[in-house]
């Protein structure tokens, strides 16, 4: 029998739809806005965000660095954002290759908090040091945001899925 996971008309399909697409726009903005501003010697400052690493590293030829944080900071979020938006609207039968990418889904979404410890590792690392200061930006916070609330809503469709 097919179905969709959740009536996409119901008070918890519409809530759920917006709250993915909310974490889409979330993800865009803490990606693009700046992270933390580094100030080292009080007159050198650089204000950083994810693209502009991105865009660093692949500038310098990192290129394990910039396929790590590329795939894990961009490519995974925006594919696990896209394929629940898919799971929760198009017909869904368990056992299908959306029940397997749900599964999957909820398996790896212990790391998506991985980002949010590296940049805040990298203030911990950052702020011990004397002659530097780190301010943090909003963007941070937005980043966090869309990972934390992807988290949740993976959770919630997965329950809604495995519910007896």
């Known amino acids: 029998m097919t179905h969709s996971l959740i009536k996409r008309f119901t008070i918890q399909g519409i809530a759920i739809n917006i709250l993915l697409l909310c974490s889409l726009v979330a993800l865009v903005i803490g990606v693009t806005a700046p992270l933390l501003t580094l100030q080292k010697l009080y007159f050198i400052e650089n204000s950083i965000s994810l693209i502009s690493t991105i865009q660093v590293l692949y500038r310098d030829q990192e290129w394990l660095l910039f396929s790590i944080i590329s795939v894990f900071s961009l490519c995974v979020p925006v594919i696990k954002i896209v394929s629940l938006l898919l799971i929760t609207?198009?017909?869904?039968?368990?056992?299908?290759?959306?029940?397997?990418?749900?599964?999957?889904?909820?398996?790896?979404?212990?790391?998506?908090?991985?980002?949010?410890?590296?940049?805040?590792?990298?203030?911990v690392s950052v702020k011990l040091g004397a002659l530097a200061k780190v301010e943090v930006h909003y963007g941070l916070y937005v980043f966090a945001f869309s990972v934390i609330l992807t988290m949740a809503l993976s959770f919630w469709i997965?329950?809604?899925?495995?519910?007896?």
């Open 89 to 123: 609207n198009v017909e869904y039968r368990p056992g299908s290759l959306l029940d397997k990418s749900l599964s999957l889904i909820e398996t790896l979404g212990k790391w998506s908090m991985l980002d949010v410890f590296v940049v805040a590792l990298l203030l």
């Open 158 to 164: 997965y329950s809604l899925a495995h519910k007896k």
